[in-house]
T-cell receptor, first 115, second 112 residues
Framework: NAGVTQTPKFRVLKTGQSMTLLCAQDMNHEYMYWYRQDPGMGLRLIHYSVGEGTTAKGEVPDGYNVSRLKKQNFLLGLESAAPSQTSVYFC??????????????FGPGTRLTVT | QKEVEQDPGPLSVPEGAIVSLNCTYSNSAFQYFMWYRQYSRKGPELLMYTYSSGNKEDGRFTAQVDKSSKYISLFIRDSQPSDSATYLCAMSYNTNAGKSTFGDGTTLTVKP
């Protein structure tokens, strides 16, 4: 099992450019999440999905869009990148069930710099 | 005020020391309490999680939850240099959406 993988690992964008971050999981998890992590600010939830075809906004959704067309994939899009979106982006997944509410599995992250 | 406050650190201890990492929270609806370990330039990995109050032990690690005080702790016994990492506490509600609220993390260095 590869677990949760993220593509790409690093990227440098110019202000105004667009890009898509891909998250894939092979654990058949229902729920998937996108976070950003900035120094001193912990992990902040951008968007999440509770199943194929469904998405919802998290704490900091502005400037981002997501899609969950397949159960195993969760895409995060930046339509017009801004320097404030320079961050490390983590994807996570977890299985369904209240007993599993705490068990999120994280990918290795994507380091994005917007100049 | 943040829902979850974590002792900011950084924390530096000698090898073999007992380490205490702590978080407080304000929302009494939280039911699941987690500790994640994050090595430098890696993703967080789940270390321990607890449902409701009480203690949970796993090897050198013990997680404690005191819901009456809204306080959680992670104790590391016989700390090792390999324990050097950032530790994140996280909490979630007892719902299927399972969104977690994270603390900002405490960076621990264990010196040989």
């Amino acid at each position: 099992n590869a677990g949760v993988t993220q593509t790409p690992k690093f990227r440098v964008l110019k202000t105004g450019q667009s890009m898509t971050l891909l998250c894939a999981q092979d654990m058949n998890h229902e729920y998937m999440y996108w976070y950003r992590q900035d120094p001193g600010m912990g992990l902040r939830l951008i968007h999440y999905s509770v199943g194929e075809g469904t998405t919802a906004k998290g704490e900091v959704p502005d400037g981002y869009n997501v899609s969950r067309l397949k159960k195993q994939n969760f895409l995060l899009g930046l339509e017009s990148a801004a320097p404030s979106q320079t961050s490390v982006y983590f994807c996570a997944s977890r299985p369904r069930g209240q007993g599993a509410a705490g068990e999120q599995y994280f990918g290795p992250g994507t380091r994005l710099t917007v100049t | 005020q943040k829902e979850v406050e974590q002792d900011p650190g950084p924390l530096s201890v000698p090898e073999g020391a007992i380490v205490s990492l702590n978080c407080t929270y304000s929302n009494s609806a939280f039911q699941y309490f987690m500790w994640y370990r994050q090595y430098s330039r890696k993703g967080p990995e789940l270390l321990m999680y607890t449902y409701s109050s009480g203690n949970k032990e796993d090897g050198r690690f013990t997680a404690q939850v005191d819901k009456s005080s809204k306080y959680i702790s992670l104790f590391i016994r016989d700390s090792q240099p390999s324990d050097s990492a950032t530790y994140l506490c996280a909490m979630s509600y007892n719902t299927n959406a399972g969104k977690s609220t994270f603390g900002d993390g405490t960076t621990l260095t264990v010196k040989p």
